[in-house]
């Protein structure tokens, strides 16, 4: 099961930084990835880990956006920074598992998802 949390209302050009904490599953074995949703659009991807620590990134996050995973606190986060309010969206963790890592399709294990509102 994953919790997702972090969220909040912030304004362009804050950070936040959202964690995924993973109960029930080891985040150090596993692929993970964070999809975001806005009102009236499609899930789309944003970033993903790889077990063996590749990172993936959408376009319009790199560089801004980092992915990253605390063994110790089986845990993975998402380290956002100059947020724009084109980010805002409800933020989702999820378990990677097929061969795609920007497709949602390949994923499960969905967490609740946490709202980010970036006021401009």
């Known amino acids: 099961q994953l919790q997702a949390s972090g969220g909040g209302l912030v304004q362009a050009g804050s950070s936040l930084r959202l964690s995924c904490a993973a109960s029930?599953?080891?985040?150090?074995?596993?692929?993970m990835g964070w999809f975001r949703q806005a009102p009236g659009k499609e899930r789309e991807f944003v970033a993903a880990?790889?077990?063996?620590?590749?990172?993936y990134y959408f376009d319009s996050v790199k560089g801004r956006f980092t992915v990253s995973r605390d063994n110790a606190k089986n845990t993975v986060y998402l380290q956002m920074n100059s947020l724009k309010p084109e980010d805002t969206a409800v933020y989702y963790c999820?378990?990677?598992?097929?061969?795609?890592?920007?497709?949602?399709?390949?994923?499960?294990?969905w967490g609740q998802g946490t709202q980010v509102t970036v006021s401009s």
């Open positions: 029930g599953r080891t985040v150090s074995s596993s692929s």
């Open positions: 999820a378990v990677h598992y097929g061969s795609n890592y920007y497709e949602s399709s390949h994923y499960n294990n």
């Open positions: 880990i790889s077990w063996g620590g590749n990172t």
